[in-house]
């Protein structure tokens, strides 16, 4: 069966980092686009960024252009997201995803002191 195993989230200082992983299998990886998408509290689901099945190509939404850095490792079917000088409003549960088809299970990350 298709599995995305988010892990890396916790509560994090603002100004601080993450690091985010999302192991996939169960499908060929390294066909697909893969997304990072979040839900903070009480709000809808928010497309964080994307990066091309051979990973020379990503996009990010505005708000973390310059703080979020999406990479893949195609030969560890992993995904991963770097999460530098996080804000509160960061705060949500974060999915990796292969739109529309395949979600992970979510990893909470908090922002607060």
């Known amino acids: 069966e298709v599995q995305l195993v988010e892990s890396g989230g916790g509560l994090v200082q603002p100004g601080g980092s993450l690091r985010l992983s999302c192991a996939a299998s169960?499908?060929?990886?390294?066909?697909?686009?893969m997304s990072w998408v979040r839900q903070a509290p009480g709000k809808g689901l928010e497309w964080v960024s994307t990066i091309n099945s051979g990973g020379g190509s990503t996009s990010n939404t505005d708000s973390v252009k310059g703080r979020f850095t999406i990479s893949r490792d195609n030969a560890k079917n992993t995904l991963y997201l770097q999460m530098n000088s996080l804000k509160p409003e960061d705060t949500a549960v974060y999915y990796c995803?292969?739109?529309?088809?395949?979600w992970g299970q979510g990893t909470q990350v908090t922002v607060s002191s």
């Open positions: 169960g499908f060929t990886f390294s066909n697909y686009d």
């Open positions: 995803a292969v739109f529309p088809f395949y």
